[in-house]
């Protein structure tokens, strides 16, 4: 492999954003393999013509980026990514809102930056594009008779067959798709949907444990979940000594407001524990750390008026002067450091989104534990990181009654099962990280398709992961 050549919706990070996971982990895949990345700069031009793009090298890679038109931030991505696509690949047809020109604008989008990647391309560079945001562009550069190695990675869920074709483009989508060398999933049922409806609408064959072939191409499908940077500085003596001192028991939760990120579940999760607990009372708060605009418009000022009423709501029943059961704050009002240092000091971690791929916060939360009294880690079975980090009390979001029992589970967990859950935790988050990720990757890549004995990860054989009882 002369070059590696990444692809993503956006090489700078979100403006006055610490929380850009997806970007730091890139960052350091694009600084190990001294990559060209091509992507979004963040920025909407003021012209509705078309900016050109701009190159610039820096340590550990060269960066290629441009503005968004605001025809194409309207329509490609406000539009057929957050309002078609998004809701369909996280299972809620029901919240898409389709119109034509959307989809036409995606497809010109991708053709303009296919052909901005084209030029820059040598022999043997191999691309990897990440995420449906530039889902088209493998099918653009080979009709341009380009053959290097393509891979992608879905970092969102893929949707079970009858919620994909609720797209009316499903089948150009998923053709596009097949052009791909290589497409890596976050789990087990992603792979397993995706291979389903790829054997139901089309024919194809199993060629090998791990690879297909469609339209006579053969494909290499892997289970590889994304990981972050195992060596991120997360303790901030400051805002460590800024919490060390809060008297209750931390419960913590971090979120962009949208229609699956299971906040209101997650409250009511919290009053219904403080209704059968009442023992809890004045010694525990939920810091419930809200992203309220992200890049999600479908539903998020709705979201936040009921959330920040229901929070009022068990405040007003269950506070009083000193204390609230519930602390709503917005994620602009936490730097990164301190958001660490809760995580450090919390005795209980909530992720629980009703449909997720990545959920790398918690993978973030056990990094930032201390190894010698850790907190507990709350997990929705609905994340593809679920299949992972198995140690983790795993919660089905949806149940308010199942979900409040684990958290009484995890506040009275004793510290040697604290520990044992903590350690093998951490193991799996150092062992996978963002460089096994894309090592394992890349080799799936460049491997032989057809002869593959890439060890991908398999989803944990059904069992109890966690019994429910009272610790002492």
């Not at 070059?3 to 996971?21: F, G, H, Q, V």
């Not at 995706?194 to 064959?205: D, N, P, T």
């Not at 994340?383 to 979001?397: F, H, M, S």
Request: hydrophobic fraction near 35%.
């Amino acid at each position: 492999m002369s070059r590696l050549i990444i692809l993503s919706n956006r090489c700078e990070p979100y403006a006055n954003s610490s929380d850009d996971m997806l970007f730091h982990t890139l960052s350091e895949i694009s600084r190990k393999y001294n990559a060209l990345w091509f992507g979004w700069n963040g920025n909407i031009s003021v012209s509705k013509r078309k900016q050109p793009y701009r190159q610039v090298k820096s340590e550990g890679g060269e960066k290629v980026s441009w503005d968004l038109s605001p025809g194409e931030y309207d329509n490609f991505y406000q539009g057929y990514i957050h309002k078609v696509l998004w809701p369909v690949f996280h299972n809620r047809p029901d919240l898409a809102e389709y119109k034509r020109e959307y989809f036409i604008s995606w497809k010109s989008y991708s053709r303009d930056v296919g052909n901005k990647v084209i030029p820059f391309l040598k022999n043997n560079d191999v691309i990897w594009v990440h995420d449906y945001h530039l889902l088209p562009v493998a099918r653009i550069i080979r009709e341009e008779h380009v053959e290097n190695k393509i891979g992608f990675f879905l970092h969102q869920p893929f949707p079970p067959g009858d919620v994909l074709r609720s797209v009316p483009e499903h089948d150009w989508l998923i053709q596009s798709l097949l052009h791909y060398d290589c497409i890596g999933f976050q789990s087990s049922g992603d792979i397993n949907n995706f291979i389903s409806y790829v054997f139901r609408y089309y024919r194809a064959w199993r060629i090998s444990k791990d690879a297909i072939k469609v339209n006579n191409h053969i494909i290499k499908v892997c289970v590889l979940p994304c990981g972050i940077d195992k060596n991120t500085e997360f303790h901030n003596q400051q805002e460590l000594n800024n919490v060390r001192h809060y008297h209750r028991q931390i419960i913590i939760s971090n979120d962009i407001v949208n229609e699956i990120s299971g906040v209101d579940y997650r409250l009511q999760a919290m009053k219904k524990f403080l209704e059968l607990y009442p023992q809890y009372l004045r010694d525990v708060s939920l810091l419930q750390i809200s992203d309220p605009s992200g890049e999600y418009p479908a539903s998020t000022t709705d979201m936040s008026s009921r959330l920040e009423r229901l929070c009022g709501e068990i405040n007003g029943q269950y506070g009083d002067l000193s204390w609230y059961p519930i602390n709503y704050i917005h994620n602009h009002q936490c730097t990164k450091a301190m958001i660490f240092a809760l995580y450090n000091k919390a005795r209980v971690a909530m992720f629980t989104p009703l449909s997720e791929g990545m959920s790398l916060g918690a993978k973030e939360f056990i990094l930032a534990q201390d190894g010698d009294d850790p907190g507990v880690l709350l997990l929705s079975a609905l994340t593809g990181t679920a299949e992972i980090l198995t140690e983790a009390v795993i919660v089905n979001p949806y149940d308010v009654c199942d979900t409040s029992e684990a958290l009484h589970s995890a506040l009275m967990m004793p510290l040697h099962e604290r520990k044992r859950r903590h350690s093998q935790l951490l193991n799996k988050v150092k062992r996978y990280d963002c460089h096994w990720w894309a090592t394992e990757f890349l080799a799936a890549l460049c491997g032989d398709a057809e002869n593959s004995h890439r060890t991908v990860l398999r989803k944990p054989q059904p069992g109890p992961n966690f019994q429910r009882r009272s610790f002492s």
